[in-house]
């Protein structure tokens, strides 16, 4: 019920050469016969309720000169505009009216602020009014930013349910209970229920949201004001109902859940490292066996990368590794395996040999590597702009030739802001970091790859 294949970057590695790196894509695909297996969704919404929701985040027809004090701040009064949350009431009611759900599809709300309330337990879709009238309490609310909190309330629910589970969190602000939130996101990881994460304007923390996607093989995503005239690969406000109704989108067609990978080497070979690179891109947590990968979407291919480091070995062909994997198909009650594949080989002294690479495998290995340059010109942006500015250019070559337009405009829109206030943004950096995760393009023939130095350069193949 699962098509797999696995290919490494070099079939031929030089021998008695020690430290060399091996980049292993791996492709799983539904089979057609479970394509049309719809799994019955779970989704728990989990909505920040602080005060700062109020915030008006579309242009509005008309200002007041009014304004309206609410947890301590001040938000003014216009007409004709929305605020953060009239735009999640307004999602949920155009998800609960939409052809993508299904009457046994079940649904439920929590907010948090201060602290953490099931507004709705889990309800089948079909009893819209319950629903509706729940999403529309949510503007009852507000105080502080408690997301652990909210989080635990979500999965205290999810635990006791089946078929596909999903959380869909919505923050606009730092949370309170960080040690709280990693917590919940380890119970969530282990019972591979993936995470939707949306961060609303600039207060939220970045590294913290990606490693909630990261850790639960989930999505992130930046919404940005539409008062700010964000441009791609960030979401404008008003765009945030539709972001959501895609999310569930997709849930329908991950009919394929709970990926697990087992990774069996030979002496002295390491794995290093495994992330998914299409359709979005994830770190996945290595320390938790089997290595969770999260779902598959029927129709097309997830990919993985697999990063092994490799002792010297003589002139010979050799397997170094066996990868296995376990699925369930919610759709059709089934549990299945992928009997163990063997990654095999050769060493020679042929340096011509040696040096073929496999390009599609190459242009994962780099569109993988575009979010560590973003990553760490984010960091030198603090204290070194012209250093930042190199490695930003870096990767905007790679984007360029990935063909990847999205990151390339967005890359050069930082470059421009970085050159002239010599620091990014904290808008700009979560527009990179969310874009290098989420702006994945299908890897395909014939693209123009880096050259030799470059590969060596940046990923010490």
Not at 18 to 28: C, D, E, I, N
Not at 195 to 224: S, Y
């Amino acid at each position: 019920m699962l098509e797999v294949s696995v290919q490494p970057h070099r079939e031929y590695l030089t021998a008695n050469q020690p430290g060399q790196k091996l980049f292993l894509a791996l492709k799983v695909r539904p089979a057609a016969e479970v394509a049309n297996a719809r799994p019955q969704l779970a989704v728990a919404f989990v909505v920040d309720t602080s005060g700062s929701m109020r915030e008006v985040v579309t242009e509005p027809t008309e200002r007041t000169g009014q304004s309206i004090r609410v947890d301590g701040k001040d938000y003014e009064v216009v007409r004709g505009a929305k605020s953060k949350m009239d735009l999640v009431v307004e999602a949920l009611q155009n998800l609960l009216n939409s052809p993508q759900l299904q009457p046994s599809d079940r649904l439920a709300l929590v907010k948090f602020d201060d602290d953490a309330r099931v507004v709705q337990p889990f309800t089948p879709a079909g009893e819209k009014v319950r629903l509706v009238s729940a999403a529309e309490r949510l503007t009852q609310y507000s105080g502080g930013t408690h997301m652990g909190a909210g989080m635990q309330e979500a999965m205290r629910l999810l635990e006791n349910e089946t078929g596909s589970r999903r959380l869909i969190l919505l923050t606009d602000g730092n949370t309170f209970d960080e040690a709280l939130v990693e917590q919940v996101t380890a119970q969530l990881a282990q019972a591979r229920i993936p995470v939707t994460a949306i961060g609303v304007g600039d207060e939220w923390n970045d590294d913290l949201l990606a490693d909630i996607t990261d850790r639960t093989q989930g999505k992130p995503f930046h919404v940005v004001p539409d008062t700010q005239h964000p441009q791609p690969p960030s979401l404008r406000a008003t765009e945030l109902p539709q972001a959501i109704l895609g999310e569930l989108q997709h849930a329908a067609l991950e009919v394929v859940t709970n990926l697990g990978l087992a990774v069996r080497t030979v002496k002295d070979v390491s794995l290093d490292r495994v992330t998914r690179v299409y359709p979005t891109q994830t770190e996945v947590d290595r320390s938790v066996t089997p290595h969770p990968l999260g779902n598959a979407e029927a129709g097309d291919w997830t990919v993985y990368i697999l990063e092994f480091t490799l002792p010297a070995r003589p002139p010979s062909r050799i397997r170094l590794a066996q990868v296995g994997l376990t699925y369930e198909v919610p759709g059709k009650g089934y549990r299945g395996e992928v009997p163990p594949l063997d990654v095999v080989v050769e060493f020679t002294t042929n340096e011509s040999m040696a040096a073929r690479i496999d390009p599609q495998v190459m242009q994962w290995v780099q569109q993988r590597n575009i979010e560590m340059l973003v990553k760490q010109a984010t960091v030198e942006a603090r204290t070194d702009p012209a250093k930042a500015a190199k490695t930003l250019e870096l990767a905007r070559n790679m984007t360029v030739k990935l063909g990847n337009s999205a990151m390339t405009q967005a890359l050069d829109r930082a470059m421009g802001e970085l050159k002239g206030s010599k620091t990014l943004s904290l808008g700009t950096q979560k527009t990179l970091k969310i874009g290098a995760k989420t702006q994945t393009l299908k890897a395909e023939p014939g693209s123009e790859l880096p050259s030799d130095e470059e590969i060596r350069k940046i990923t010490g193949a």
